[in-house]
């Protein structure tokens, strides 16, 4: 539920860009960029294009809609007699429901099991199934930012079978969710995330829109698969409730929001069983809207004695700027940003813990203006630690294996990106948001191999950091760094 969004997009091109003048692009390998020939490009872009196909046809036959009195939602068949895993808020109170499968086969299931408070599963059983097309369920702790992600649904409940791709964006483990950019509409609940081996990763559970009734804005979430195993365990042991809990799917809307004015009064909330509801994790949330300009350097302060004050804040276009827990001082929660945009903002006043109760006090108040900086100064974009291994993507010049993150970056902003690792000898790239190579590095000094990136940025958007080892040989584990 909490997510600090870092969305990685699949990487594309090395071009040659202009580097500004305080670019440290020491070490540069031109070849990384001129063996990049136009024919491997090709054959990258078909490769991608074979995978897609090949997803599709090997999970879309086990995918089902699911069509209650009030609903429409997704499935996906687990087992060959008609097991179909989906989500508590698609089938709730109901006993039984119809399933249509792939082939427009339709059939009746009955309603056999849920996850518990906050976790939002369900198992149906169709009666008298056999020899039924099944999708396997990756292992757990195989998902990884930056990995393809496919989305196989019926949304908006007209449309079954319809594939979506993206990639995994951020995995929140504390509350195991996946957050992912590939497209999550109504209707898609329930239904499957895959990787590129046609494995079910996570079960599609809620999104973010900007109107009722809306679509997906880039900012879907999944149950993540280490949850599912454990699940499924309860149902064969016959301990898994069977009663559905209380939650509804998940979708933040500005239409809900509550208008707060800048450095205006401190605004005095609660949270309680009467807020809306998180069902991911059972915890309260209030929602809040204010108008901002580009430039407008804004701080949104939460303090509470009474509960560990969580924040979320997104920006106009309903993308994620920023989150925080503990940036205000003990358990209070800040967050200081430079809007890249004129529009309006949301953000979502929020516990820490599922079912916290209790008072709370908001301030947002403009700070010093035009900064070029979405945090202050000193604090960090990315730091992620992770591990190049051999099911990481291939860069198909050299062979050599890449992850790649993301982080929004605003024009005159500096950053220093760094890339180290024990184990192989990093290299790194930075793409602006127009996909064009900004800059790039192999090793810091003849005595350090470890790359480093310290550059202006040139425009606002979204940028792309590429994890790269130096030579084909390079795996093993790494840290990154941006700040």
């Known amino acids: 539920?909490?997510?600090?969004?870092?969305?990685?997009?699949?990487?594309?091109?090395?071009?040659?860009?202009?580097?500004?003048?305080?670019?440290?692009?020491?070490?540069?390998?031109?070849?990384?960029?001129?063996?990049?020939?136009?024919?491997?490009?090709?054959?990258?872009?078909?490769?991608?294009?074979?995978?897609?196909?090949?997803?599709?046809?090997?999970?879309?036959?086990?995918?089902?809609?699911?069509?209650?009195?009030?609903?429409?939602?997704?499935?996906?068949?687990?087992?060959?007699?008609?097991?179909?895993l989906t989500n508590a808020h698609v089938v709730a109170e109901e006993i039984t429901v119809n399933v249509v499968l792939a082939d427009g086969q339709e059939m009746v299931a009955d309603v056999v099991a849920f996850g518990d408070v906050g976790l939002d599963l369900a198992v149906l059983q169709i009666r008298d199934a056999s020899n039924l097309p099944t999708v396997p369920i990756a292992p757990s702790g195989s998902v990884k930012v930056g990995q393809r992600a496919f989305a196989i649904g019926n949304p908006f409940g007209q449309f079954q079978g319809t594939l979506t791709v993206g990639i995994v964006s951020r995995i929140d483990r504390d509350r195991n969710l996946i957050q992912t950019d590939a497209a999550i509409n109504p209707g898609n609940s329930g239904g499957p995330l895959l990787n590129s081996q046609g494995q079910l990763i996570g079960v599609n559970t809620a999104i973010f829109t900007r109107g009722r009734g809306g679509g997906n804005i880039g900012i879907g979430f999944a149950i993540l698969v280490d949850q599912i195993p454990p699940f499924l365990q309860a149902v064969k042991d016959g301990t898994a409730p069977t009663e559905a809990p209380s939650a509804q799917p998940m979708i933040f809307s500005q239409q809900d929001a509550e208008p707060i004015e800048l450095d205006g009064p401190?605004?005095?909330?609660?949270?309680?069983?009467?807020?809306?509801?998180?069902?991911?994790?059972?915890?309260?949330?209030?929602?809040?809207?204010?108008?901002?300009?580009?430039?407008?350097?804004?701080?949104?302060?939460?303090?509470?004695?009474?509960?560990?004050?969580?924040?979320?804040?997104?920006?106009?276009?309903?993308?994620?700027?920023?989150?925080?827990?503990?940036?205000g001082g003990d358990k209070n929660?800040?967050?200081?940003?430079?809007?890249?945009?004129?529009?309006?903002?949301?953000?979502?006043?929020?516990?820490?813990?599922?079912?916290?109760?209790?008072?709370?006090?908001?301030?947002?108040?403009?700070?010093?203006?035009?900064?070029?900086?979405?945090?202050?100064?000193?604090?960090?974009?990315?730091?992620?630690?992770?591990?190049?291994?051999?099911?990481?993507?291939?860069?198909?010049?050299?062979?050599?294996?890449?992850?790649?993150?993301?982080?929004?970056?605003?024009?005159?902003?500096?950053?220093?990106?760094?890339?180290?690792?024990?184990?192989?000898?990093?290299y790194v790239a930075i793409l602006d948001p127009q996909g064009q190579l900004l800059a790039e590095n192999d090793d810091v000094s003849s005595s350090d191999k470890n790359a480093v990136i310290t550059i202006t940025l040139p425009m606002a958007g979204q940028y792309r950091v590429v994890v790269n080892a130096y030579d084909s040989t390079g795996q093993g584990q790494y840290r990154l760094t941006v700040r």
């Open 266 to 327: 401190t605004v005095m909330g609660n949270l309680d069983n009467k807020d809306n509801i998180l069902p991911v994790d059972n915890s309260y949330y209030d929602i809040y809207a204010f108008e901002g300009t580009a430039g407008q350097q804004v701080t949104i302060e939460m303090t509470s004695d009474e509960i560990d004050p969580y924040l979320i804040l997104l920006s106009a276009d309903g993308s994620e700027l920023a989150q925080d827990d503990d940036s």
């Open 333 to 426: 929660a800040k967050i200081t940003v430079t809007l890249p945009t004129d529009g309006t903002y949301t953000f979502l006043a929020n516990s820490y813990e599922a079912g916290q109760s209790g008072n709370y006090q908001l301030k947002v108040m403009t700070t010093v203006p035009g900064l070029p900086s979405l945090l202050p100064s000193g604090q960090t974009l990315i730091d992620q630690q992770g591990v190049l291994e051999t099911t990481d993507a291939v860069l198909p010049s050299d062979n050599s294996l890449y992850d790649e993150y993301t982080f929004e970056g605003v024009e005159g902003q500096s950053v220093t990106i760094r890339l180290e690792s024990e184990e192989f000898n990093p």
């Open 1 to 84: 539920m909490h997510h600090q969004l870092l969305t990685l997009a699949t990487f594309g091109i090395f071009t040659m860009g202009t580097i500004p003048g305080n670019a440290a692009v020491e070490g540069i390998n031109p070849l990384k960029v001129e063996t990049l020939k136009s024919s491997e490009l090709q054959l990258a872009q078909d490769q991608t294009e074979e995978t897609n196909v090949r997803v599709y046809e090997q999970a879309s036959p086990a995918v089902v809609s699911i069509d209650t009195e009030k609903t429409n939602g997704s499935g996906t068949i687990i087992t060959p007699d008609g097991l179909v």
